[in-house]
T-cell receptor, first 114, second 114 residues
Framework: AQKVTQAQTEISVVEKEDVTLDCVYETRDTTYYLFWYKQPPSGELVFLIR??????QNEISGRYSWNFQKSTSSFNFTITASQVVDSAVYFC???????????FGSGTKLNVKP | EPEVTQTPSHQVTQMGQEVILRCVPISNHLYFYWYRQILGQKVEFLVSFYNNEISEKSEIFDDQFSVERPDGSNFTLKIRSTKLEDSAMYFC????????????FGPGTRLLVL
């Protein structure tokens, strides 16, 4: 069975602090995809990144970076120099190659205070 | 960039009424999905649809729910007799093929059952 765990329910930081959101996944499949989504208060799901299971290269996009480690089944997301606009719920998700449907974590609510 | 659209953005209905939520997937996509998010909770898979039939459904997707692709562009979710617990955000997604996760979600329909 597939499972995504986001142990941090809520995190509060002060603007300009760095913050890391943790994601641990479980699957026996060897081919899968991992995702991060941002859900602002307006409710839509904003796609941030996709990683396939064969690509463990870390990625940086502006203030965002992702650390994928198969050895620990983790796909962590770091926001550098956080801003108030980063305040949202962030979801980690897993999708298997032949099934396409998503398994979402329970989300981490990030509060960035000015 | 192509996007998934959903209508209406908000719907309020009385318990026991039927509702139809509409989605327009990305035009060349073949696989379609509905997800549900009860307020404050994780996003949950409801159903996937391919070649005019359901390919997979979750235990949430009981006889009260049905999906249809009535024409070449729309994909609908019908709830026959709404219950209070059907109040949630409903997201539609689409993908072009297996192995290509439906990473782009529609903006969602917020359903409130009174």
């Amino acid at each position: 069975a597939q499972k995504v765990t986001q142990a941090q329910t809520e995190i509060s930081v002060v603007e300009k602090e760095d913050v890391t959101l943790d994601c641990v996944y479980e699957t026996r499949d060897t081919t899968y995809y991992l995702f991060w989504y941002k859900q602002p208060p307006s409710g839509e799901l904003v796609f941030l990144i996709r990683r396939n299971s064969f690509d463990e290269q870390n990625e940086i996009s502006g203030r965002y970076s992702w650390n994928f480690q198969k050895s620990t089944s983790s796909f962590n997301f770091t926001i550098t120099a956080s801003q108030v606009v980063d305040s949202a719920v962030y979801f980690c998700a897993l999708s298997l190659y032949n099934f396409n449907k998503f398994y979402f974590g329970s989300g981490t609510k990030l509060n960035v205070k000015p | 960039e192509p996007e998934v659209t959903q209508t209406p953005s908000h719907q309020v209905t009385q318990m026991g009424q039927e509702v139809i939520l509409r989605c327009v997937p990305i035009s060349n996509h073949l696989y379609f999905y509905w997800y549900r998010q009860i307020l404050g909770q994780k996003v949950e898979f409801l159903v996937s649809f391919y070649n005019n039939e359901i390919s997979e459904k979750s235990e949430i997707f009981d006889d009260q729910f049905s999906v249809e692709r009535p024409d070449g562009s729309n994909f609908t979710l019908k709830i026959r007799s709404t219950k209070l617990e059907d109040s949630a955000m409903y997201f539609c997604a689409s993908s072009e093929a297996l192995g290509y996760p439906a990473q782009y979600f529609g903006p969602g329909t917020r359903l409130l059952v009174l």
